[in-house]
């Protein structure tokens, strides 16, 4: 099954949700930011991830965003200005 790389940011308003977001979103990515995750994922892997962040979050007040960026091997699409962590290599997250 073919993976896409997506990009996961989120803005949750309570700490505690917070925590159990980061959490969740961890399981299947690598943390490029503070907020934000960088995710080589299964199209089930996707809509499972969705499932649980759409049960951990309040949608009144939280906002998380999925952003398909295509083949996990095309690093084109990054633009950094200032330090940043190296990408990660193309591979499934092992929890």
Same mark, same amino acid.
């Given at each position: 099954?073919?993976?896409?790389?997506?990009?996961?940011?989120?803005?949750?308003?309570?700490?505690?949700?917070?925590?159990?977001?980061?959490?969740?979103?961890?399981?299947?990515?690598?943390?490029?930011?503070?907020?934000? #995750?960088?995710?080589?994922?299964? @199209?089930?892997?996707?809509?499972?991830?969705?499932?649980?962040? @759409?049960?951990?979050? $309040?949608?009144?007040?939280?906002?998380?965003?999925?952003?398909?960026?295509?083949?996990?091997?095309?690093?084109? $699409? #990054?633009? #950094?200005?200032?330090?940043?962590?190296?990408?990660?290599?193309?591979?499934?997250?092992?929890?």
């Amino acid at each position: 099954m073919a993976r896409r790389r997506y990009l996961v940011a989120y803005d949750i308003r309570d700490d505690r949700r917070l925590r159990t977001v980061a959490t969740c979103v961890e399981g299947y990515g690598y943390r490029i930011q503070y907020s934000v #995750f960088l995710c080589d994922l299964s @199209e089930m892997e996707v809509i499972e991830m969705r499932g649980e962040l @759409e049960q951990l979050i $309040k949608t009144t007040e939280d906002s998380v965003m999925i952003v398909d960026l295509g083949n996990p091997g095309d690093t084109s $699409k #990054f633009v #950094f200005i200032g330090p940043h962590a190296a990408l990660p290599v193309s591979q499934a997250v092992i929890v």
